[in-house]
């Protein structure tokens, strides 16, 4: 079961009349030579880029809508809303082309937006939160239902990904409080126990709502119960916060702290960026002290009262790589434990490892591949070093979405693809390229 069952919406091509005239050109690539801004080496490289770009970014644009007052992107699939973490792959090489300033700001205030509206309609300890995604269609009142969770919180670590590309302060300044505001919802809300380790939830009560908040089907959290605030108590109280502290979202919300410091220091916030590198800080040493485990070589959930560790593994046990988290020791006793049949599947990387009972190389999340968390872990381990390694991650992933086109994922032994084709994050296949992470599929931008 995927978050995309909860929602009623229609085919893509219900929706493709909303665009405006000038995006179905750009989304058809009339008017944006994709070829002006790149450098490369194979002619399958940059028709592959032209297909990324027209398919999972340009043809992702929409005019205003329903609760979206402002252009959105979509995640594909025919989903009329906007998402957090999908979103944010996009913008980083939407904001390479040049025009484009003014979208990404509509999109960003998309955000902010929700918030604001939150924030009017609930109670003061639920203010500040961004959910999952708001809908173009839900101009009802639905919105204060669902959602009722987030999703991974790398919303500044996508800003800054759009400051690098395109300098745009103004556009940091813009965000800098609401996202702020969003990090210390995080803290309040998903680490409950105030060990700097945070969890899931759902204010709707709904178990299966709360795993949404990270990968839909997370191997560390099929036993997740939801409890009430465990130390907490006011009139509010819900079974609405999960017993399970996640590996992936707490070092997504490191990685985004750290973002949103550097960001804060950019725009001349010191006192912002203090603030935010003492939560990094606190958070890593708490991850290092609770989470790894040096006998299996990787960071584990654990469970929330008992501070003990969860042997079930998922892709999100890599995730402290991206931001910098393990030590020295700890990244190279990772590798190791990478470069072992469990996780080096035909097609790696698999969202569970293969010898685990539960794998299935084409189950969701549960053995399949994602190009947008094979970007991610090739990145860290690029980060410590392991170039190598990272490449071959880089360019496995690439020559299969060469060959078997590009998809939301694949299957782990055969590579064809599995549900929607061009997502908008698998757009993630020429960030692996355009960073230099893969050895043998080269894209440079002109400078």
Known sequence: MN??????????????????????????????????????????????????FEKCILGKIYPPKGELKHRWLAPGGGYQGQWIWDTMFV??????????????????????????????????????????????????????????YSQIPILAWGLEQVYKRNGDITLVRENLESL????????????????????????????????????????????????????????????AYGDVLVVGNTSYLVLAEQSLARLARKAGDKAMAKRRESRAKTCIES?????????????????RDTMEKIDDLSIGCWMPLLAGIPTKKQAARMAEVFATPAWLTPVPIPTIPSNDPRYNPKGFWR?????????????????????ELAANIADITIENSLKN??????????????????????????????EGISKKYKLKLKR
């Open 3 to 52: 978050r995309r069952n909860f929602i009623t919406s229609s085919l893509a091509a219900s929706f493709a009349a909303t665009l405006n005239i000038p995006l179905a050109r750009a989304a058809k690539g009339e008017g944006v030579n994709i070829r002006d801004y790149f450098e490369w080496e194979d002619e399958a490289v940059i028709r592959l880029t032209e297909s990324v």
């Open 287 to 303: 991850i290092r002290k609770n989470m790894w485990d040096e006998k299996d070589g990787v960071f584990k959930a654990i469970k």
């Open 405 to 434: 086109g590009v998809s939301e994922h694949h299957n782990s032994q055969t590579g064809k693809p599995l549900g929607v084709g061009y997502l908008g994050m698998s757009c993630t296949v020429v960030t692996l390229m355009l």
């Open 367 to 387: 053995g399949d591949i994602w190009t947008v968390t094979n970007y991610q872990i090739a990145k860290g381990f690029k980060a410590y070093g392991f170039d």
């Open 180 to 239: 702020e505001n969003f990090h210390e919802w995080y803290w309040r809300e998903r680490d409950v126990t105030g060990v700097g380790l945070v969890g899931v939830g759902a204010y709707s009560g709904v178990v299966q709502h709360a795993r949404f908040e990270t990968f839909d089907l997370d191997g560390t959290l099929d036993n997740l119960t939801l409890t009430q605030h465990p130390t907490r108590k006011d009139a509010q109280a819900t079974d």
């Open 91 to 148: 913008t980083d090489l939407l904001s390479i082309l040049d025009g484009q300033k003014e979208i990404l700001h509509e999109v960003f205030t998309n955000y902010r937006d929700f918030q604001e509206r939150w924030n009017a309609a609930m109670p003061s300890n639920m203010h500040d939160m961004i959910a999952c995604m708001f809908m173009a269609n839900d101009n009802t009142g639905k919105w204060k239902e669902y959602p009722a």
